[in-house]
């Protein structure tokens, strides 16, 4: 059971803003920006992941128009390890993205679960992850937030990247109401808090710290302040992988060290 807040719309009004094309199951998750609910499409009779923009975010118009233009751009990717969408849009000042429903687990809950991942698996899932974000970066689309949560693994074990493009807005939305960055900062590439420009490498860089926590089972920068790991992320060396993982493969490891450098000229740059 999830918890609801005053701002939450109740069932009926959530059906009838998304127009009686789709029936709302259960609530799913809530995060800072939006509220999750699987959900039937009518018509086709099939699941579906419904997101219900936050009510705050939904009375600032600028973000709305970033929103739905960010969404609308990601709802244009189609690839195997992407999440597709299939709607967006607004009724009766709700704001909604109807989404392919993945009866699975995120990375996240599986990293947790599992710590360490071996290492044929976690080089399975982060080639999958890098060719969605090839085909993306290839599109103009940048994810802006790749971290294990933003990754379901489907029955068969197969990574599917989410959130595509809405990440922009979301950090966008909590600076202006907060002044700070939204969301954990543990996958954050430097250049975003020192407010430079963020491109495809920075996806790559994200992916790499995923990649070392897969790895080695730890995050390469950890500290109980947020504002701690960012410093880390801009001034500190992560430990060799090799001091941490004595049999990996010297390539792979320098590969993922490649993933994680500061400046982004020294990283991969597909």
């Known amino acids: 059971t999830v918890a609801r807040d005053n701002n939450t719309p109740n069932t009926i009004d959530l059906e009838k803003a998304l127009e009686s094309k789709y029936r709302i199951i259960t609530r799913i998750g809530s ?69 392919k429903f993945i009866d699975g687990e995120t990375l996240n809950q599986r990293m947790h679960r599992e710590g360490i991942l071996p290492v044929p698996v976690s080089i399975h899932i982060i080639r ?29 074990g197969r990574p599917m990247l989410m959130d595509f493009g809405v990440a922009r807005v979301q950090v966008e939305g909590n600076l202006t109401k907060t002044g700070t960055v939204l969301g954990t900062p543990h996958y954050l590439p430097p250049e975003q808090p020192l407010g430079k420009p963020v491109d495809a490498r920075s996806d790559i860089y994200s992916l790499g710290i995923m990649f070392y926590e897969m790895l080695s089972g730890h995050l390469p920068f950890h500290d109980e302040n947020g504002v701690g790991v960012l410093f880390k992320h801009i001034n500190e060396p992560p430990q060799p992988l090799n001091t941490m993982v004595t049999d990996i493969n010297p390539d792979l490891a320098a590969l993922c060290h490649r993933m994680i450098e500061k400046d982004p000229v020294k990283r991969p740059q597909s």
């Not at 118009?61 to 195997?80: I, V």
């Not at 390890?81 to 299939?86: G, R």
């Open 31 to 99: 995060g800072g920006f939006a509220d999750v609910y699987l959900g039937e499409q009518l018509l086709l009779s099939r699941k579906v992941a419904i997101k219900i923009l936050h009510a705050h975010y939904a009375r600032q118009a600028d973000l709305l128009k970033r929103f739905e233009r960010e969404a609308r751009s990601a709802a244009s990717l189609s690839h195997p390890n992407i999440i597709d969408i299939y709607d967006v849009g607004e009724s009766q000042g709700i704001h909604y993205i109807v989404m």
């Open 128 to 156: 999958q992850l890098a060719e969605a974000l090839d085909y993306a970066h290839t599109n103009n689309v940048i994810h802006r937030d790749i971290k294990p949560a933003n990754v379901m693994l489907d029955p068969y």
